[in-house]
């Protein structure tokens, strides 16, 4: 009988599993001591099969929710389209998905980039080689995908950002408006491995994909792409740039996000 109990119990939760699209769960960080809402977006789970994985970083003062509902709608249509896992975690407004200096309980690379990797690794079917695992994010959670999926490049295989805060040694006023001065302290004191372009080096043989992509009206950020771009290119870092019409404005970054999950699908299907 407790062997009948077992069996039964275990084909309950496999059932909900496989009917869950929309997962809402609290996953705790041991280094920030705190749990981090995270939205988890499944295909439907059969038995045996393995997934891909993409996290997705929304912007400054976004939140998981938010990006579900009017920043990139139809994601649980892609999770079915592409086989793949999305997981949207909360950057908080103004993390910066940094490990702050200054903030203790602000340590967003590190949950994100290894803590929150292992937990759905742990608790999800998922595929665990770097080829086909991504992470991608728009303005705030360009720079945060880029600044995480670089430093774990052993983690992440392909790495995306649309309309990226990539320099902000140009950002001028956004460094203080966008404050992110409360998590990095004054940009005249700012250690520079929280500059992008300290991440060409190691992007040089990182053995990742990289997709950038900015609007050619988006007056706060395009320069900042270009001169990316223009620094990849000159020291031969393979890696796709695009520019398209377009503003800083969630119109835009809904439809490029929307591509670069494809070029992600390309990507995992080609390994």
């Known amino acids: 009988m407790k062997n009948l109990i077992i069996i039964v119990f275990a084909t309950i939760g496999l059932t909900e599993l496989s009917a869950q699209k929309i997962i809402h769960k609290e996953v705790y960080s041991p280094v920030m001591k705190k749990n981090i809402k995270t939205i988890i977006i499944t295909p439907n789970i059969k038995p045996s099969a393995h997934y891909k994985t993409v996290y997705i970083l929304h912007g400054y003062s976004g939140n998981p929710d938010r990006t579900v509902k009017e920043d990139l709608p139809g994601l649980s249509k892609k999770a079915q389209e592409y086989n793949t896992i999305y997981i949207l975690p909360d950057g908080n407004f103004n993390s910066w998905y940094v490990d702050s200096p200054i903030v203790k309980d602000s340590q967003y690379q590190t949950f994100i980039g290894k803590e929150l990797v292992d937990f759905i690794d742990k608790n999800y079917p ?31 295989g392909i790495v995306g950002s649309s309309c990226g805060a990539l320099d902000f040694k140009t950002f001028g006023e956004g460094y203080t408006h966008y404050q992110v001065n409360k998590v990095l302290g004054p940009i005249e004191s700012l250690d520079p491995k929280y500059f992008t372009d300290s991440k060409i080096e190691i992007m040089k043989d990182a053995q990742q994909s990289y997709i950038f992509d900015c609007g050619t ?3 706060q950020m395009i320069a900042q792409n270009r001169k990316f771009h223009e620094k990849l290119t000159a020291q031969k870092v393979q890696h796709l740039y ?6 800083h404005t969630n119109s835009y970054w809904s439809q490029s996000l929307s591509n670069q999950l494809a070029l992600f699908n390309r990507f995992f299907d080609s390994k």
């Not at 080829?131 to 959670?141: A, E, H, K, T």
């Not at 695009?242 to 503003?247: A, F």
């Open 217 to 219: 009206d988006d007056v």
């Open 126 to 156: 998922t595929q665990k080689d770097k080829q086909y695992r991504g992470i991608l994010g728009w303005s705030m959670g360009g720079y945060g995908a880029v600044n995480i999926g670089v430093t774990y490049h052993n983690t992440f």
């Open 242 to 247: 695009i520019e398209s019409l377009g503003d």
